[in-house]
Structures are given as structure tokens and as C-alpha cells.
């Protein structure tokens, strides 16, 4: 099994700043890795797949990048709306994982 | 608009079982991979199972495997989650997603509570 990693567990950060979440997996992923926002509530939503690909509606101020073992998921200037909990989870092998969570708040 | 509506949670007791239902709409569900996530009270999340288009594979961690069975009716459009010998640790909000790779759309979630 593919155990992933995300660090760190919460970030404090202000309105307008800039955020870098980070995600590793214990063994290559390729690029079969996702993020996603989950707030109270609510079911998770897909935020970036294929390590770098927005989604669907997604603001361009998030962005992924990485491969292999290594990801990082960054919001470029941080909105009211976007302090959540973030999970990346991989793809690549069977059984799927998902990291811990980084919980984004103020 | 893609829809996904989970159904059939409860409140059931252990060594008891459950069946989870997603109705889907607006998107062709033949043609998709599909999933079971759960999630805990507090926790994170963890997928449970997924199965494919014509419902030839099927894929379980290993917590549940030999107790749940995932399914799918393309015709109705709709999937199940078939939970037995349900434990306290199976207590979550399950949910159903679209895909087994990149979940791109996810319903609202259904709670189960195995308890006594």
C-alpha cells in the first residue's frame, strides 16, 4: 500500500497570502495524484488532477505541481472561501489512499 | 448536471448489515469507473471500493474486503455498497463517487452508525 504523507498537518495564513501545501507518497506515483477541498459539512470537491490539471471550475489561483514522490499544491493568494481542509490522495496503485489533511485556516 | 445522491444509511448494530444506494444523473454511468469513500467522525478520508464500467472488476481495501460488495445496475443508474458483519470502526458518512482515479464528482454522503 501506498502510504501518503502531507505536511503540514495546519497552516496558518492570512487573507491574501500565499499557501504551499505539501504531499508526499512512499513510493513513485507517477503523476496519478489528486487534491481536493473538503469543508465542514460537505463533500470533498476535486481541486487538481493529474498532479497539475485543474478541474473543472476551478480559480486559476490553485495550482500542483510535482511527480514522482514529491507534490505541492499552492493558492496563489488566499481567499475567505478557500480555508478548508486539503487531502491529496494517489492514484497510481490499488488499494487508492488519501494523505491526512492539511487544514488550511486563519 | 452530474448528480449523485446517496441513500440507505442508518443506525444499525453491530454484526448487522446495510445497504448503501447512489442514484446518478447526468452523466452516462456505463461509461465510468465508479467508488465508495468513507469518512469518520473527525477523520479523513478512505476509500472503500471501486468498481468497474461493466462491473467485471472490483476493488476493496482490505478493512472490508470479504464483507462489503460493491455493485452497480447501468440500466437504473445506480450503484450499492452491500455491508455485513458491520463494526463499530465502519461508522463513517459513506459517499459515492464518479471515476476511481481523479473522484471528480461526489454525492453528499450517507451516514452510517454501527452501534449498540
Known amino acids: 500500500e501506498i502510504v501518503m504523507t502531507q505536511s503540514p498537518a495546519t497552516l496558518s495564513v492570512s487573507p491574501g497570502e500565499r499557501a504551499t501545501l505539501s504531499c508526499r507518497a512512499s513510493q513513485s506515483v507517477s503523476s496519478n495524484l489528486a487534491w481536493y477541498q473538503q469543508k465542514p459539512g460537505q463533500a470533498p470537491r476535486l481541486l487538481i488532477l493529474?498532479?497539475?490539471t485543474r478541474a473543472t471550475g476551478i480559480p486559476a489561483r490553485f495550482s500542483g505541481s510535482g511527480s514522482g514522490t514529491d507534490f505541492t499544491l499552492t493558492i496563489s493568494s488566499l481567499q475567505s472561501e478557500d480555508f478548508a481542509i486539503y487531502y491529496c490522495q494517489q492514484y497510481n496503485n490499488w488499494p487508492i489512499t488519501f494523505g491526512p489533511g492539511t487544514r488550511v485556516d486563519i | 448536471e452530474v448528480q449523485l445522491v446517496d441513500s440507505g444509511g442508518g443506525l444499525v448494530q453491530p454484526g448487522g448489515s446495510l445497504r448503501l444506494s447512489c442514484a446518478v444523473s447526468g452523466f452516462t454511468l456505463r461509461s465510468y469507473w465508479m467508488s465508495w469513500v468513507r469518512q469518520a467522525p473527525g477523520k479523513g478520508l478512505e476509500w472503500v471500493a471501486s468498481?468497474?464500467?461493466?462491473?467485471?472488476?472490483?476493488y476493496y481495501v482490505d478493512s472490508v474486503e470479504g464483507r462489503f460488495t460493491m455493485s452497480r445496475d447501468n440500466a437504473k443508474n445506480s450503484l450499492y455498497l452491500q455491508m455485513n458483519s458491520l463494526r463499530a470502526e465502519d461508522t463513517a458518512v459513506y459517499y459515492c463517487?464518479?471515476?476511481?482515479?481523479?473522484?471528480?464528482?461526489w454525492g453528499q454522503g450517507t451516514l452510517v452508525t454501527v452501534s449498540s
Open positions: 493529474a498532479a497539475s
Open positions: 463517487a464518479k471515476s476511481a482515479f481523479a473522484l471528480t464528482d
Open positions: 468498481i468497474k464500467q461493466d462491473g467485471s472488476e472490483t
